[in-house]
């Protein structure tokens, strides 16, 4: 019998126009966009289906919007499929969308807090004061020595490790500038900044850390129904007590996404189904291991040729 593990996307995924289809197919769909609605107090699906694209990329609106796409996604899922999972996992924000469909957040505790982890982020390093860039084809020992001959009292480091050669920095704008110098120095050609906000996954994020460690205070986790491997150590966890704390320590931490898909590969999955708007994980998961099977469900078309595999 083949197992299967859900995996959900992160920042970057977004765009103007997801989850509108599944939402004109399917009731469940409609419904869950509503609740984002209501738990929100503006109009999230509007957003979601007509973006502006400039609105959607603001962090406090993109991750919200992105996690309400990918719970429409896995409830359509869930009822017009036998899948169960055998892991869940969600690259860095995705996390939140995973602790969803486990059961272990509310869907609307998840909408609030991802709201205002985004701002959180944001509010933590001022416009152009941060910066993060992507350094191809070194490999992670290589891109720490970088990073420590870059940072010159700044900060910079590792903050996504999303499949083999494909490394992705944060810091400081300027010892990150001096990461790419230096990189291409190297013979690492394909080095550039990244067009986000504000450097996610180092250690200027930790005011948003502290602020978020508040906000999910007010949170009930409950008990979950398939383990999360976790961003921040690359293991599933099954422990509701131990979700707050890991999702405190993911914002200044690296998403070990490589090392996520090839302990669910070791642990006998082949099986991987992304869920939720664009297929950058189903990308990634091909680059980490060429026999692993993935397909995405952000659509009604999606939705009919994963229930005609199960």
Not at 150 to 176: D, K, L, R, Y
Not at 187 to 202: I, N, Q
Not at 254 to 276: S, Y
Request: net charge negative; with cysteine; glycine share 8%.
């Amino acid at each position: 019998m083949q197992s299967y593990a859900f995996i959900f996307p992160g920042q970057g995924s977004q765009h103007a126009g997801m989850g509108k289809d599944l939402a004109d197919n399917f009731k469940t769909a409609k419904v869950a966009f509503e609740e984002a609605d209501d738990a929100l107090g503006f109009s999230l699906s509007k957003l979601c289906f007509e973006g502006p694209e400039e609105d959607l990329k603001l962090t406090a609106n993109t991750q919200p919007a992105i996690l309400a796409a990918s719970v429409a996604a896995f409830r359509v899922l869930k009822e017009e499929s036998p899948l169960v999972p055998s892991f869940v996992a969600g690259h860095s924000l995705g996390e939140y969308s995973a602790l969803v469909a486990a059961g272990a957040l509310d869907f609307a505790d998840a909408l609030r807090t991802v709201r205002a982890r985004g701002s959180y982020m944001q509010d933590a390093v001022p416009v152009g004061v941060g910066a993060m860039a992507a350094i191809l084809g070194a490999e992670a020992d290589v891109l720490k020595e970088i990073c420590a001959e870059a940072a010159q009292g700044e900060v910079v480091s590792p903050a996504n490790f999303n499949s083999p050669g494909q490394i992705v920095v944060a810091g400081h704008t300027g010892a990150v500038t001096r990461a790419i110098e230096i990189a291409k120095a190297k013979g690492f050609r394909k080095a550039m900044l990244l067009p986000v906000s504000a450097p996610f996954h180092c250690a200027l994020m930790k005011p948003a850390a502290d602020r978020l460690a508040q906000t999910l205070e007010a949170v009930q986790v409950h008990a979950l129904s398939a383990p999360v491997v976790s961003n921040v150590e690359a293991k599933p966890n099954s422990d509701a007590a131990r979700v707050k704390p890991l999702l405190v320590e993911q914002v200044c931490a690296p998403v070990l996404w490589e090392q996520i898909i090839q302990n669910i590969v070791a642990a006998g999955v082949t099986n991987f189904v992304e869920i939720g708007p664009g297929k950058v994980l189903a990308g990634l998961v091909k680059r980490i291991d060429k026999e692993a099977a993935c397909v995405n469900v952000q659509d009604a078309a999606g939705v009919k040729a994963i229930t005609e595999v199960a």
